[in-house]
Each structure stands twice: as structure tokens, then as C-alpha cells.
């Protein structure tokens, strides 16, 4: 089972400015089967990026992802006031399909 | 629209089973994988299985093998996911998701349910 631990835990900034959000796999992923989601309270999670680069649809572009093999990023260039949420990374490449524990986002 | 819709809250007693809907429209059904996955109160998101609609083909997470059950039916372009013998730690809500690209199982889950809150609870 791949595991992916997510850093950091909780990150506390203010709206413009720069987020990054780590993902790091205990195995390689490989063809970058890695995604990010985000998630409000009281609301399902929603698909932000794909394949660890490709923005899925609708997704505002201050929202990018980078990385492969083991370590991943999720960045937000510029953090809107709707962008503080919780953040899961998952790997798709193999059976259990694993989730990050989350990083929550909150306002500074 | 593209849209997956669930079946409403459930309260089940321990040892119980409980049974949710998944209802698909706006797309081909049988074309797209669907795969269910389960949040507990404050917790992470947890992968619990997938179904081909296409064949009825299921894979689960080991942790629920021999507890959870996905099925489908086309004719109504729903998928189901029964789990049995409940516990307290089965509380949770359950989502149905479905893949992006069509005929893909290595996909990002890109359309998502809504979520059905099961309360297991004497």
C-alpha cells in the first residue's frame, strides 16, 4: 500500500497570498497517478488537479500542481477568500487507491 | 448535466447492513468506472472499492473484503455499495465518485455524489 503523508498539517495564511501544500509517497508513483482534491465543510470533495499537473475542469488557474516519483506540490498563487478548505492528495496508480491525511488551509 | 446523485441518510443498528444508491444521468453509464469512498466524522477520505458498470467487474480495499458489496444496474444507471455487519466505526459518509476519461480505471475521481451519512447506533 502506498502512503502519502501531507505537509504541512495545518497552514494559516491571509488571502493574495502564495499557498504551497506538500505530498510525499512512501513508493513511486508512477505516470504521475496523483491527484488533489479539495474539500469544504459540509460539501463532497472536488477534483482540482490530475495526472500531478493537469488542471481538471473549471479550475481556476492560480491552482497548479508539480512533482513526480515521490514528492508532489499543490500551489495557490494567489489565495481567494473561497480557497481556504481542506486539501487531500491521492495516488490512483494501485489497489487501495490512498488518500493524504489532509492539510487544512485557514485564514491568518 | 453529468451528475451522480445518493440515497438518503440511513440509522442502522450494529450488525446491520446497509444498502446505498448511486443514480448516474447525463452521461454513458456502463462507459465510466465509479468507485465509492467513505469519510468518517472529521476524519480522511478512505477508498473503499470500484465497479465497471460495462461487466460488473468489483475490486475492494482488503480492509472491507467480505464486508462490502458493489453492484450495479444498467437499466436504471445505478450503482449500489451494501456493507454488512455494522459497527460504530462504520459511521461515516459515503460517497460514490466517477472517473474522468471513459474506459479508464487508473483515473482521478472527477465527478463526485453528493454523500450518504450512515449512523450505526444502538
Known amino acids: 500500500e502506498i502512503v502519502l503523508t501531507q505537509s504541512p498539517g495545518t497552514l494559516s495564511l491571509s488571502p493574495g497570498e502564495r499557498a504551497t501544500l506538500s505530498c510525499r509517497a512512501s513508493q513511486s508513483v508512477s505516470s504521475s497517478y496523483l491527484a488533489w482534491y479539495q474539500q469544504k465543510p459540509g460539501q463532497a470533495p472536488r477534483l482540482l488537479i490530475y495526472?500531478?499537473?493537469s488542471r481538471a475542469t473549471g479550475i481556476p488557474d492560480r491552482f497548479s500542481g508539480s512533482g513526480s516519483g515521490t514528492d508532489f506540490t499543490l500551489t495557490i498563487s494567489r489565495l481567494e477568500p473561497e480557497d481556504f478548505a481542506v486539501y487531500y492528495c491521492?495516488?490512483?496508480?494501485?489497489?487501495?487507491?490512498?488518500f493524504g491525511q489532509g492539510t487544512k488551509l485557514e485564514i491568518k | 448535466q453529468v451528475q451522480l446523485v445518493q440515497s438518503g441518510a440511513e440509522v442502522k443498528k450494529p450488525g446491520a447492513s446497509v444498502k446505498v444508491s448511486c443514480k448516474a444521468s447525463g452521461y454513458t453509464f456502463i462507459g465510466y468506472f465509479i468507485y465509492w469512498v467513505r469519510q468518517a466524522p472529521g476524519q480522511g477520505l478512505e477508498w473503499m472499492g470500484w465497479?465497471?458498470?460495462?461487466?460488473?467487474?468489483?475490486n475492494y480495499a482488503q480492509k472491507f473484503q467480505g464486508r462490502v458489496t458493489v453492484t450495479r444496474d444498467t437499466s436504471i444507471t445505478t450503482a449500489y455499495m451494501e456493507l454488512s455487519g455494522l459497527r460504530s466505526d462504520d459511521t461515516a459518509v459515503y460517497y460514490c465518485?466517477?472517473?474522468?476519461?471513459?474506459?479508464?480505471?487508473?483515473?482521478?475521481?472527477?465527478?463526485w455524489g453528493q454523500g450518504t451519512m450512515v449512523t450505526v447506533s444502538s
Open positions: 465497479i465497471n458498470p460495462a461487466n460488473g467487474d468489483t
Open positions: 465518485a466517477r472517473a474522468g476519461t471513459i474506459s479508464v480505471l487508473l483515473d482521478a475521481f472527477h465527478i
Open positions: 491521492q495516488q490512483y496508480e494501485s489497489s487501495p487507491r490512498t
Open positions: 495526472a500531478a499537473s
